[in-house]
């Protein structure tokens, strides 16, 4: 059986937005709504932390830096066979865009060298892009750094606009 690592903040971990801390029930989350869609045919591990930054330490929260937890993370789940990197959301209120995907690169090589893959190799990343936010918009650095890194990308707002595009004609 193949296992996935959803790795991400608030948005994998259930946050309901506006809320004090409330959270989705965990069949409504999406890395179990993936698992469903995979039709329970791979193992989906939901690592998702309110707050979660990719690299950088929280100004206002502890706990909070991905980087640190990535490698011990990938290896209690070993073999991991896909690594899903759903994070920049946080670390955009702090940072340019470009260092927001600089940052996420570097989560990226942090898991290929990891050895927590199959045969302690490197697991495949996909690389999940938040759509723009409060005038935030990541996905072009996002691009460059995927395909300087040779890594796959969904573009959330993307992915959306083309599926209704589809639907619509």
């Not at 946050?15 to 999406?30: A, H, K, L, N, T």
């Not at 070993?78 to 995907?101: F, K, Q, R, S």
């Not at 190799?121 to 995927?146: E, I, N, Q, S």
Request: aromatic residues 8%; negative net charge; contains cysteine.
């Amino acid at each position: 059986m193949n296992t996935i690592v959803c790795f991400g903040d608030s948005n994998t971990w259930g946050f309901v937005p506006g809320s004090d801390w409330g959270r989705y029930p965990r069949e409504v989350r999406w890395p179990a709504r993936l698992a469903r869609a995979l039709a329970d045919e791979v193992e989906v591990i939901a690592e998702g932390l309110n707050g979660r930054t990719a690299t950088i330490e929280s100004p206002v929260a502890e706990g909070r830096n991905g980087l640190p937890y990535l490698v011990p993370c990938l290896r209690s789940h070993a073999p991991v066979d896909l690594l899903v990197v759903y994070l920049g959301t946080n670390d955009a209120y702090w940072l340019e865009p470009i260092m927001v995907a600089g940052s996420i690169g570097r989560l990226v090589k942090v898991a290929r060298a990891a050895e927590a893959g199959p045969n302690r190799g490197a697991p495949d990343v996909l690389v999940v892009c938040p759509p723009p936010f409060g005038g935030h918009v990541l996905a072009p650095a996002f691009r460059d750094v995927c395909d300087l890194l040779g890594c796959e990308l969904l573009a959330v707002a993307a992915a959306v606009e083309e599926r209704v595009r589809r639907m619509l004609a």
